[in-house]
């Protein structure tokens, strides 16, 4: 026969040196069915013309509606996913399916995608591997992870489609070492997401055939939890099952030899232990699936659907009649719930039965959120934040319940992160996990980014880093202040606005605890440091909204604090801050105890007899080791902060407080919300608190 692929025209050779998923399918094509001695060639669709070949192929939907219009017949393969994640109403859809309509036959390589486009013209036609090359390293060899994708959607290599972000936390959680390979395109994820850099990763980019299959022998395990494919299976998890590699991956239905979970942490971990459990197996299983999906049977295949018979509907009556089935002794119909709070309330059906079942989710017997699922699929609430969940899952077909499910972590594992870095969000919210335990009786697990001031003082508190893995949690709680892209709060994490009360009242709210305002205790407080009487000072801080902006304000307080026989001592990080034009210089006859280490801080903090400061973390420190605190702050509404052992200096106008009221724009030095900022005395002219009434406050702290 005389076959032409059609080339895909992407920019990428054919056969593709490097990366090439379409290019890499067009050349496996081409090979396989020259070795069947038939007449194969790679032409532009220019070049091809009516009654030139017996058979054409084209794998891009533009170029199959060119051949349409110079009435060529063509079979369509698609390959592209952005038609599934733009919607039926994108153009990228409507041009697919255009090709799929004028075609004689299109193949589809994912089954979800044969309905999504409904056609009768479209056909499930999987994927092929090369099992000539990619073959497997049967020596013994300790288990290490790997992931080979190109990342993102469109051009945005930042997006996780691919689940770097899951395999990775999963890697860290069973303890095994993970690549991950893929084009330069990678890059962008890294960037995007800094945290990846704490993680030992070994990373490669742009490989070639000869070092992929040489990753693929060095490694046992293949992670791929892909949330969007348009090949299922797709080519690196042929490649990797070709190799012997057992995949743990997000692929609709069942493919012997991988072990399919959703896209999560969990899940993917899950699998991997699954897969350790009982790998030879898993291993034999892929190789069988690879050998049954080679190349070169995908080719005979090809022939067979678009050759033998003459009509569409003899083309799927013969492929369905003859595809060989699997006898399968049936089970009694059984269904089982799996029931997890991890930032919000999910429910899982498992089991045979073919029945739809009612979920519903229950907050004070108020329905919050309700979806009617069935067995293989899952629900979830919106909600993230912490509520006594009562679950009820009834048989929409017999009309029983099934299940009546109240949340209890008596004795289960909770896991909390305090996802800010900032020093005062840490000190505020942190006391609550504490509460929250004891409330509870449940074994928390807890990251914050200050673990070290606590754990000696917290035995019964687990303390992990910011984003670890904790095996077989039952609840998840996230404490921060969350916002969308807008700028609109994210009120599914917080039952109410946390901006208009207090900040501690953030964690209390997000753990269903009542506020009550609560100090932690902080370990390792040393001896007092200076033996003379002193307050110490803070004045610096990461936005000049935050300062008090009078021009000879702390110079005033300086000089009225010497002559009442206290030495003054600087205790922020840097002596002089800001940015160009807005420089924050430390008063003079000071004592200078900048850029020293927290543990320095701290005890100085303890010791002295009182702290004054903005609305900063270290006010925030004072507070916890019992230092009486005078504020100085138009920035924030003096609700914000803690209210004991306080004198806050504020007047109340309504341009104070701003903090509370509009969202802070950290990226702008001289973020204001009511007009533009163009030099210091804008600032001087803003600022409302005098000398005056702060050495007063400081009087009658002192007092």
Not at 122 to 129: D, K, L, Q, R, T
Not at 177 to 194: D, Y
Not at 238 to 254: H, R, T
């Amino acid at each position: 026969m005389k076959i032409c692929q059609v080339n895909p025209g992407c920019g990428i050779e054919v056969p593709p040196k490097g990366w090439g998923a379409v290019e890499k399918i067009v050349w496996e094509f081409t090979t396989n069915l020259r070795k069947q001695e038939h007449q194969v060639d790679i032409k532009w669709a220019s070049e091809v013309n009516k009654g030139d070949y017996d058979i054409v192929m084209v794998h891009v939907a533009n170029l199959a509606l060119q051949l349409a219009e110079r009435g060529i017949p063509y079979i369509f393969q698609h390959h592209d996913h952005h038609a599934y994640h733009y919607g039926k109403d994108s153009f990228v859809f409507k041009q697919n399916l255009e090709a799929i309509e004028k075609s004689e036959l299109s193949l589809i390589p994912a089954k979800y995608l044969v309905d999504y486009f409904g056609s009768k013209k479209a056909v499930y036609f999987s994927h092929g591997i090369d099992i000539e090359f990619f073959t497997p390293n049967l020596e013994e060899k300790s288990h290490k992870l790997l992931m080979i994708a190109n990342n993102g959607l469109g051009g945005n290599g930042g997006y996780d489609r691919k689940g770097f972000t899951q395999g990775i936390q999963a890697a860290k959680g069973v303890g095994l070492p993970i690549t991950i390979a893929g084009p330069e395109n990678n890059k962008k994820f890294i960037e995007e997401n800094p945290w990846v850099k704490s993680h030992n990763i070994n990373w490669i980019f742009n490989p070639n055939q000869e070092e992929l299959l040489k990753l693929y022998q060095e490694h046992t395990i293949f992670l791929h939890p892909s949330e969007l494919e348009a090949g299922h299976p797709n080519l690196t998890l042929l490649e990797a099952m070709a190799c012997g590699l057992p995949v743990v991956g997000c692929m609709e239905g069942d493919l012997e030899g991988m072990v399919r979970v959703e896209k999560s942490t969990k899940a993917v971990y899950d699998g991997i232990k699954k897969v350790l459990d009982n790998y030879k197996e898993y291993s034999h299983n892929a190789l069988h699936t690879a050998t049954n999906l080679s190349w070169a049977n995908r080719s005979k295949e090809l022939l067979y659907l678009v050759n033998k018979p003459t009509t569409m509907k003899d083309i799927l009556i013969k492929e369905y009649s003859t595809t060989s089935k699997r006898i399968i002794t049936p089970k009694p119909p059984q269904v089982e719930a799996i029931i997890d709070f991890i930032e919000g309330a999910k429910c899982e059906l498992k089991g045979n039965t073919p029945h739809e079942y009612k979920v519903q989710f229950l907050d004070n017997n108020n329905v919050i959120w309700e979806d009617t699922i069935k067995c293989g699929m899952w629900t979830k609430t919106g909600r993230k934040y912490f509520t006594p969940w009562n679950i009820k899952i009834t048989n929409t077909n017999t009309g029983g319940e099934v299940l009546d499910y109240q949340f209890s972590c008596e004795n289960k594992k909770v896991y909390i992160q305090l996802d800010s870095k900032s020093i005062g969000d840490t000190i505020a919210w942190f006391p609550y996990v504490e509460e929250f335990r004891k409330k509870h009786n449940c074994e928390v697990y807890c990251s914050t980014f200050h673990n070290d001031w606590f754990k000696a003082e917290y035995p019964e508190i687990n303390f992990v880093a910011p984003g670890s893995y904790i095996e077989d949690v039952y609840a998840q709680y996230n404490i921060g202040w969350y916002y969308f892209d807008n700028g609109d709060k994210d009120m599914s994490k917080h039952p109410q606005d946390f901006l208009s009360q207090p900040l501690q009242k953030t964690a209390s709210d997000i753990l269903g605890l009542e506020h009550k305002e609560t100090r932690p205790i902080l370990s390792s407080i040393l001896k007092r440091p200076i033996k003379e009487k002193y307050v110490t000072l803070a004045i610096q801080s990461t936005a000049q909204s935050k300062y008090w902006n009078h021009p000879t304000g702390w110079k005033q307080v300086v000089d009225f604090l010497k002559t009442q026989g206290y030495k003054v001592v600087l205790i922020d990080k840097y002596k002089s801050f800001g940015v160009k034009g807005f420089m924050n210089v430390a008063p003079k006859g000071v004592l200078d105890y900048t850029n020293k280490p927290l543990n320095e801080i701290i005890p100085l903090i303890q010791h002295a007899h009182l702290h004054i400061g903005i609305s900063s973390g270290l006010s925030w420190i004072a507070w916890a080791v019992n230092t009486p605190v005078v504020m100085v702050s138009s920035f924030t509404k003096p609700y914000c902060e803690f209210q004991s052992g306080i004198t806050r200096i504020y007047n109340d106008t309504p341009t104070s407080g701003y903090f509370n009221t509009h969202k802070l724009d950290p990226s702008n030095w001289n973020w204001y919300p009511f007009k533009e900022i163009k030099s210091m005395e804008d600032w001087y002219e803003i600022e409302n608190i005098t000398p005056e009434q702060v050495i007063e406050g400081i009087k009658q702290q002192l007092s």
